[in-house]
């Protein structure tokens, strides 16, 4: 079982970076592929980034690709989420979470086993 906290987020600009990071507690951290999602008022819960276990490997939604770094930290049992350029629309509470599979092309919430409780994103126009 791994237990997830998010922290990093705030108000920000539009074009402005946040590096949102996701603590985990659980000695089997660094067997998970970990990945982040958001949810907007009104929105449905949607897929950010994922990363492999071992770091080796990442996936990003299309409007987040070329603006947002997932990385991972397995001494330190860390998760991070390098935000830059961003834009209203990327305001949203967001998550991290522990994938229940191996394949990292995971992109639905119910793909995902253990959540932290979500740090907020606003950005100003």
């Known amino acids: 079982q791994v237990q997830l906290v998010e922290s990093g987020g705030g108000l920000v600009q539009a074009g402005g970076s946040l590096r949102l990071s996701c603590a985990a507690s659980g000695r089997t951290f660094s067997s998970y592929n970990m990945g982040w999602f958001r949810e907007a008022p009104g929105k449905e819960r949607e897929f950010v980034a994922a990363i492999s276990w071992s770091g080796g490997r990442t996936d990003y939604a299309d409007s987040v690709k070329g603006r947002f770094t997932i990385s991972r930290d397995n001494a330190g049992n860390t998760v991070y989420l390098q935000m830059n350029n961003l834009k209203p629309e990327d305001t949203a509470v967001y998550y991290c979470?522990?994938?229940?599979?191996?394949?990292?092309?995971?992109?639905?919430?119910?793909?995902?086993?253990?959540w932290g409780q979500g740090t907020r994103v606003t950005v100003s126009s």
């Open positions: 979470a522990a994938s229940r599979y191996l394949e990292l092309e995971k992109y639905d919430w119910t793909d995902y086993a253990y």
